[in-house]
Each structure stands twice: as C-alpha cells, then as structure tokens.
C-alpha cells in the first residue's frame, strides 16, 4: 500500500486497513463509530458531573431546621459543595417549595404526615433524620390529660407554612376542637411564647421546625406554664400512622431544677430530608453521608446511629438513598477519601464499563468475520480452479486447451483483484502457486 496514503489517513483508519484488510471508506466508518462512542461516553462524563452548589429550604432563624441546614452547610463546604440556605415558615413551606414546577430548590426538611394527599411524582425521599415531637404548653391552675379540655380556649397553633400548624389542627380536629367558642392564634413561635407567658394565650403547640430552642427553654423554665402529657399517645398512634412515642424523661432539660418534674409522653412525627427525584446520585450520597455525621448522634429522644434511617412513609426512598443505607459511600470514596475524585472515577468506571461490553466484542468478532470472509473470497477461487483441474485430465484437443487456457485467465484476473491483508499473503501465494501449477499441467498435457 503506498505510504503517502498511510501518512494522509486517521491511525485508527490506517490500522484497521492494514490489519483487517477493510477498504478505506469501511475503515473511515467503523473508525468513526467507535470514536462516536467514545466522544458520547466522554460527554456523558462531563455532563453527569454533580454540581457545585444546592439549595436547601429549611425553616425560621433558630429553629432544629435552621440548625439542621448551618450544620449541612459546614460540612458539604469541607467537601467543595456549596449549600445555599432558603429560610422558610416550617415543614409546609418546604413542601410548597419543592413542589413548584420551576426547581427554585433541591432539597428540603419535611416533617411525615403533611404530604397526605399531595402530588409527590417529582420527590423522593433520603430517609428521616430526626423525631420532632410536638410540644403542647398550656396555662392551667391543674394538669390537664385530653387535648379535648382545651376547647373554647384561645389557643397558639402556628404560624401558616409550618407543619405545627398541620399536625395541630388535626389533632384538635380528631378531638372534636374545629372552631368557636375555641379562637385559634396564628402567631409565630416567639409572639405564641410571649402571649403565654403574658397570659394573653391559653395553650401553644410548638415544634422544632418553627420554634427556636431558646423560646422552647424560656417555657419549660417558666412555673405558670406546664407541658401537656400525651396520656392517649398510643391512640393517637393508631389513627395518624406517621406519629411516633416518645418519652422526656424527668430532669432532661435541667438535671438541678429537675425540669420536667416528671416523665413526660410526647408523640411527634419524624423528619425526613426530602429531595427532588433528579437530584445526582454523588450528591444523595454526600448529604446522607453529612445526615450522617449530624443527626447520628444520641439526644433526648433518639439512640446513637438511629438517624438517617429508610424509613418510607408519604415519599418513596430513592434508589440511590437505598444504595447507600446497604453498603454506604462507595468503594472510590473510601479509597480516596475525596467527594470529586470519587465521583469522577465513578463516572468513569460507568462510562467505561457499558463502552467495553460493546467495543471489545465487536473488536474480538471483527477478525474472526472478516478472515471468514477472506477465505470465502479464496475458496471461490479455488472452486473453478479445482473443476478445471479435473476437465484437463487425459489428452486434449488444441481446441479445448485453448478453451481451458481461457478459463484460467479469467480465474487468475479475479484473484488478482482479490485485496487481502498481509495476514493472509501465504494463502494468497498459495493460491496463485496453484494456478501456475495447473497452468503447467495444461502445458504438459498429451494431444488429443
């Protein structure tokens, strides 16, 4: 083959040539099939990088919420990720936010119980990371043990937006408390707070996603007010599956003042760290991984390694989510140690993976096809050859020597317009020896 030609093609194109004997044009096309593979595989590892930054809706300045976010915030940054924080009014607001049609955020804190009968195609959850129970403060000369006993009092049950609100209206609703003569305040967690301890306000239901913890302090602390007992918790469980009990044990706001004076039952949902179902799956792993590290901890109402947890309620777990509770970071990450290294050489090894389980059996197949097709070009040859061979047998006449000299001509013309590779050049010599050697026996052969 002329070597100026070699110099003005592809490598790739000149090796398939050269090896598998292909013509030009064939070379150029699987040439540029395989690197279309390669540049869609190299595209597709670029694209699928996780981006830099999130947005998370969390909840009013000093709320669990809120702490829950700065916390994310400090970790992902040790990673390279950018957490922007979104405050909101609580639980619902999240909800509302992650729902809108235009992603203004891609993750958020949601408390169970309030997607009842939301639209959820979109989201999917990582897990719950944390119980919030609710807590019911009330102004009461006696304890009180019913939510029942607070009808037609002026009652604090949330600001619009958080979950408190949700959760606290169906529970007065479950014990027949839907309105008048009962006023219902919807006020935000420190105005609810004044207003109790004022006198102003006969009853407040708080949470963590709207309550900071120091209004929560100043309440527990204060002798005119008590904290309600769930006496029914077990009840409530049956009829709203996503409470949980909990119990306060005595002394574990303040072991010296001995606040509470007594065990006290809370029920409460848990929260779950909800997500947009797009959201990349390196992304999922780090924030569960950072859920992790914040909410793994022991505390008044959990056991060390309880939080992140799977557990399903209005938001399915999302597969990546369900990867991780099973075998945790992948292998790359804990090798390295690095969120972006990791992440590359996973999509890597992704793209790379279904790229080999293509190439490397076409590559495989290809030689072994085209030396099937090459020997069937040979074989060709060799079947008029083998006929002639036969019909010049025993005394000729100048006629039909003449005749069968022809049809060797034509024979010798189309193996000369065989093109082979130089894999196959014995073969080829082989069969060009054959033809001079009947050529011979022709030559040899007595007259008729």
């Known amino acids: 083959m002329d070597a100026s030609k070699n110099k003005s093609r592809f490598p790739m194109v000149t090796a398939l040539v050269e090896t598998f004997g292909f013509s030009p044009a064939w070379a150029f096309v699987v040439a540029l099939g395989i690197s279309s593979l390669c540049l869609l595989a190299l595209a597709w590892v670029v694209h699928s990088a996780p981006p830099r930054s999130l947005t998370i809706t969390s909840g009013p300045e000093g709320s669990s919420f809120a702490r829950y976010a700065d916390g994310y915030q400090k970790i992902l940054a040790t990673h390279g990720v950018t957490l922007n924080i979104l405050p909101s009014q609580g639980s619902s607001e999240n909800l509302r936010r992650l ?6 955020v891609d993750v958020g804190f949601v408390q169970g119980g309030l997607a009842k009968d939301a639209k959820l195609d979109s989201l999917v959850s990582l897990g719950s990371v944390a119980y919030q129970p609710l807590l019911v403060f009330y ?41 008048e003569p009962t006023k219902f305040d919807d006020l935000d967690a420190q ?29 527990v602390q204060s002798p005119e007010v008590q904290l309600f007992n769930f006496a029914q918790a077990d009840a409530y469980l049956r009829r709203f599956p996503s409470l949980n009990r909990m119990v306060l044990p005595e002394g574990s706001f303040d072991l010296g003042k001995d606040l509470p004076v007594k065990e006290v039952v809370l029920v409460g949902p848990t929260v779950e760290l909800v997500a947009r179902d797009d959201l990349n799956p390196a992304l999922s792993d780090i924030l569960l991984e950072t859920a992790k590290e914040i909410h793994g901890k022991a505390g008044l109402l959990q056991k060390r390694g309880e939080f992140p947890a799977p557990l399903e309620h209005e938001f399915p777990i999302s597969d990546d989510a369900r990867v991780y509770y099973k075998s945790g970071m992948g292998f790359f990450y804990r090798l ?16 790379l993976v279904p790229l080999a389980l293509v190439i490397i059996p076409a590559i495989r197949m290809l030689p072994v096809l085209y030396r099937w097709n090459i020997s069937l070009r040979i074989y060709r040859c060799y079947r008029p050859l083998l006929r002639l061979e036969r019909d ?11 005749d069968l000299l022809r049809q060797l001509a034509e024979i010798e013309a189309e193996v000369n317009r065989l093109k082979v590779p130089a894999s196959f050049a014995s073969q080829f010599y082989e069969l060009r020896g054959h033809l001079v050697f009947v050529r011979q026996r022709l030559a040899a052969a007595a007259p008729a």
């Open 99 to 104: 729902q809108a049609p235009r992603p203004g």
């Open 139 to 179: 102004r009461n000369a006696a304890p009180i043990s019913r939510l029942a006993e607070l009808a037609g009092k002026r009652l604090a049950v949330g600001a619009p937006g958080s979950g408190t609100r949700t959760l606290a209206l169906a529970l007065l609703e479950a014990n027949g408390i839907t309105g």
């Open 191 to 219: 105005a609810a707070a004044a207003g109790l301890l004022e006198g102003k306000i006969d009853a407040v239901f708080l949470m963590g996603d709207s309550a900071p913890i120091q209004t929560l302090r100043n309440l």
């Open 336 to 351: 390295s140690n690095s969120f972006w290294l990791s992440s590359i050489l996973n999509r890597v090894l992704v793209a």
């Open 392 to 402: 010049a047998t025993g005394p000729l006449t100048a006629e039909r020597r003449e």
